[in-house]
């Protein structure tokens, strides 16, 4: 399932991208219920700096979706 979650359309392989963005995003839940149960401080402007990370991960990894495929890549497909 993770696995498929975190592959590029492209070729099957590992996307740095959206393995970054699902880390922020691991990192801003975790330190969410640290907060919520524990009263753990966490620093605002780290917390924000994940928040940012993650929201601009997956907004790429959503405008990547609905961008058109790239034509060298479809040639590279046709010949293999």
């Known amino acids: 399932m993770f696995n498929n979650l975190l592959n590029d359309g492209i070729d099957g392989s ?3 991208r959206r393995v970054i963005t ?3 995003f ?3 839940a ?3 219920i640290a907060n919520l149960f524990w009263d753990q401080d966490i ?3 780290m917390f ?3 928040i940012y990370l993650t929201m601009v991960g997956l907004g ?3 405008a990547e979706k609905f961008s058109p495929i790239n034509k060298k890549t479809e040639t590279k497909k ?3």
């Open 26 to 28: 691991l990192l801003c």
């Open 30 to 32: 975790t330190a969410f």
């Open 14 to 16: 590992l996307s740095s």
């Open 78 to 80: 046709g010949i293999l």
């Open 48 to 50: 924000d700096s994940m």
């Open 60 to 62: 790429v990894t959503v």
């Open 43 to 45: 620093s605002q402007f």
């Open 22 to 24: 699902f880390l922020a």
